[in-house]
T-cell receptor, first 115, second 113 residues
Framework: DVKVTQSSRYLVKRTGEKVFLECVQD?????MFWYRQDPGLGLRLIYF???????EKGDIPEGYSVSREKKERFSLILESASTNQTSMYLC??????????????FGPGTRLTVT | AQSVTQLDSQVPVFEEAPVELRCNYS??????LFWYVQYPNQGLQLLLK??????LVKGINGFEAEFNKSQTSFHLRKPSVHISYTAEYFC???????????FGPGTSLSVIP
């Protein structure tokens, strides 16, 4: 059974803290993604990665950075957390294989509250 | 820019009644289309997808969707809903050239017993 796991389901941090969100997939997928989900806005792409050590900005990268040192792991970093980063964060992965093109597999999400 | 519209933010429906969740997209090129479901406190799961071929696609739990190229729509249908189908449903679009998936804002389906 395919699996994407996220390090925490719920997280509470203070303004100004550095926050790390970890995502691991066991499907040997090339692509990994970080989204944030807010009511009425759907999913918005923060960053994505097509390969180890490669990263691309999504639609809302400001205030975030990412790291992909190993194929299975993609980390999202909030350099200095702010209250407007309170949100649900979803990690996803996908493959470029022809038989399952672009289908994304999602983790359970991390609900981050910044106080 | 490519966009996805889900016309109804909330859809209440009685149990065993039929339901249609609407999705329209803007794109002048060929696309791949997806419907995802998100149950409370969970991540998204793929319900069904259109890549090519038959315009009527079937997915898990008896859901189906029809791709209409002229109307740029991909509406999701279920002839009879169960209370367990209460969830958020997201339509998503990807251009066939390598690109990012664009998600719609979501439709909250509430099944009333």
């Amino acid at each position: 059974d395919v699996k994407v796991t996220q390090s925490s389901r719920y997280l509470v941090k203070r303004t100004g803290e550095k926050v790390f969100l970890e995502c691991v997939q066991d499907m040997d997928h090339e692509n990994m993604f970080w989204y944030r989900q807010d009511p009425g806005l759907g999913l918005r792409l923060i960053y994505f990665s097509y390969d180890v050590k490669m990263k691309e900005k999504g639609d809302i990268p400001e205030g975030y950075s990412v790291s992909r040192e190993k194929k299975e792991r993609f980390s999202l970093i909030l350099e200095s957390a702010s209250t407007n980063q309170t949100s649900m964060y979803l990690c996803a992965s996908s493959s470029v294989r022809r038989d399952i093109p672009y289908e994304q597999y999602f983790g359970p999400g991390t609900r981050l509250t910044v106080t | 820019a490519q966009s996805v519209t889900q016309l109804d933010s909330q859809v209440p429906v009685f149990e065993e009644a039929p339901v249609e969740l609407r999705c329209n997209y803007s794109s002048s090129v060929s696309v791949y289309l997806f419907w995802y479901v998100q149950y409370p406190n969970q991540g998204l799961q793929l319900l069904l997808k259109y890549l090519s071929g038959s315009t009527l696609v079937k997915g898990i739990n008896g859901f189906e969707a029809e791709f209409n190229k002229s109307q740029t729509s991909f509406h999701l249908r279920k002839p009879s809903v169960h209370i367990s189908y209460t969830a958020e449903y997201f339509c998503a679009v990807l251009k066939t050239s390598y690109d990012k998936v664009i998600f719609g804002p979501g439709t909250s389906l509430s099944v009333i017993p």
